[in-house]
């Protein structure tokens, strides 16, 4: 991940500027690069497939855009960009920015986050935990595919691990996968997917 300019943004700066680019998000006025690998988008697309192929089966009225921003309402300079997003549709009438633009600002709109981890496993193992618990998201998940992140978060040795928080109370309880594990999942309790589903074989 790249701090890309010293100069801090405003959240209406961003949106003009960077909005529609999904290599961007705002975080305290400064303006990140996310730096997605071929990998990282294959992972993605793997993980929206599984989601997508769930939402259909269990004829739920979520959806999964292919592009949004989450604006935390208490954070004036912050839209977060995560991998992945289910979001109920019936709930997107409550959000006021919708219609014009793919933003969300209302946790209780949001069923399920990603996060797949690259260069920025900081902000995505504590900064954006706190910020979707604080959300009242129900369920994030912390897809570590290459293994990147801090001891004190994956363990030693390091490997591929597949967190899923799942929300109690105001924070997330968190349960790890490895490979060869079966994911469990609250929002999806009949997803079959395991983290050799979706790691890149090249």
Request: hydrophobic fraction near 35%; include cysteine.
């Amino acid at each position: 991940m790249t701090y890309t300019s010293t100069k801090v943004l405003t959240f209406d700066d961003f949106i003009a500027q960077y909005g529609d680019n999904p290599r961007y998000e705002l975080i305290d006025g400064e303006l990140r690069d996310i730096e997605p690998t071929g990998s990282h988008e294959a992972v993605t697309g793997q993980i929206i497939g599984y989601m997508f192929g769930e939402i259909l089966r269990s004829r739920r009225n979520w959806i999964v855009p292919k592009n949004c921003l989450i604006k935390p309402p208490a954070m004036a300079a912050t839209a977060l960009r995560p991998d992945a997003i289910v979001l109920d549709e019936a709930k997107l009438s409550q959000e006021p920015l919708w219609r014009k633009e793919p933003i969300v600002c209302n946790g209780s709109t949001i069923q399920l986050v990603v996060e797949v981890v690259s260069t920025n496993w900081q902000d995505d193992y504590a900064r954006k935990v706190e910020e979707y618990a604080l959300l009242g998201i129900p369920e994030y998940w912390i897809v570590d595919y290459l293994g990147i992140g801090g001891i004190a978060f994956i363990g030693k040795p390091k490997q591929p691990t597949f967190t899923v928080c799942q929300l109690m109370g105001d924070s997330y309880s968190h349960q790890q996968f490895r490979r060869g594990e079966s994911i469990l999942s609250p929002t999806f309790p009949e997803l079959q997917l395991r983290l050799d589903d979706i790691i890149p074989r090249q």
